[in-house]
């Protein structure tokens, strides 16, 4: 069964801890991408990755950090940098450019 | 760089009418224009989608189209049931390269029984 599988589904951190989020795919997808979700904003670009090695900042990558050393493969990590981290994180893929973004089921984290 | 408004912030609507939810954007290059459903508590799903050279696509109840010159598009929801609440979202990505997808603020949907 293809898809995007992020974990965890719940990811309590204290202030000033640096924490990774986990995204795997098995849809043999190029893209990859992070977004932050906020009630009411809607879903923001952090950071994005056309190929393997390779990623660009979205509009909101400030305190956020991201590697591809695999395809399959495009984790977050969360820095104590990050001034409001607490939100709905969400992983998605794309087969190309100008293509539907799969997303996985996200990870909520709180950070207190 | 692009930018994406869509209104209304809510709707609702009773059941059997049509829903319609309109989005503007800034990036004249942008090619592509998807529309995701998120039901509460889940992932957004894709619904349709149109690209810049067409100006309407339809899927069963749901109908998008596109006017490039005003830079708006709009959803169309024919004969809302209540397993269409959910939150909407439209979005654009610019021509440029073509992978910064760039979503709108969303549209709570509430279709009443």
């Known amino acids: 069964d293809g898809g995007i599988t992020q974990s965890p589904k719940y990811l309590f951190r204290k202030e000033g801890q640096n924490v990774t989020l986990s995204c795997e795919q098995n849809l043999n997808h190029d893209a990859m991408y992070w977004y932050r979700q906020d009630p009411g904003q809607g879903l923001r670009l952090i950071y994005y990755s056309q190929i393997v090695n390779d990623f660009q900042k979205g509009d909101i990558a400030e305190g956020y950090s991201v590697s591809r050393e695999k395809k399959e493969s495009f984790p977050l990590t969360v820095t104590s940098a990050q001034k409001n981290p607490t939100a709905f994180y969400l992983c998605?893929?794309?087969?190309?450019?100008?293509?539907?973004?799969?997303f996985g089921n996200g990870t909520r984290l709180t950070v207190t | 760089g692009e930018n994406v408004e869509q209104h209304p912030s809510t709707l609702s609507v009773q059941e059997g009418d049509s829903a319609v939810i309109k989005c503007t954007y800034s990036?004249?290059?942008?090619?592509?224009f998807p529309w995701y459903k998120q039901e509460l508590g889940k992932r957004p799903q894709l619904i349709i989608d149109?690209?810049?050279?067409?100006g309407e696509k339809k899927d069963q109840r749901i109908a998008v189209t596109l006017n490039k010159t005003a830079k708006h598009f709009s959803l169309h929801i024919t004969e809302t049931q209540p397993e269409d609440s959910a939150v909407y979202f439209c979005?654009?990505?610019?021509?440029?390269?073509?992978?910064?997808?760039?979503f709108g603020a969303g549209t709570r949907l509430f279709v009443k029984a």
């Open positions: 990036d004249s290059a942008s090619n592509y």
């Open positions: 149109i690209r810049s050279n067409v």
């Open positions: 979005a654009a990505t610019p021509g440029a390269g073509g992978f910064k997808t760039i």
């Open positions: 998605a893929s794309s087969i190309q450019a100008n293509s539907p973004l799969h």
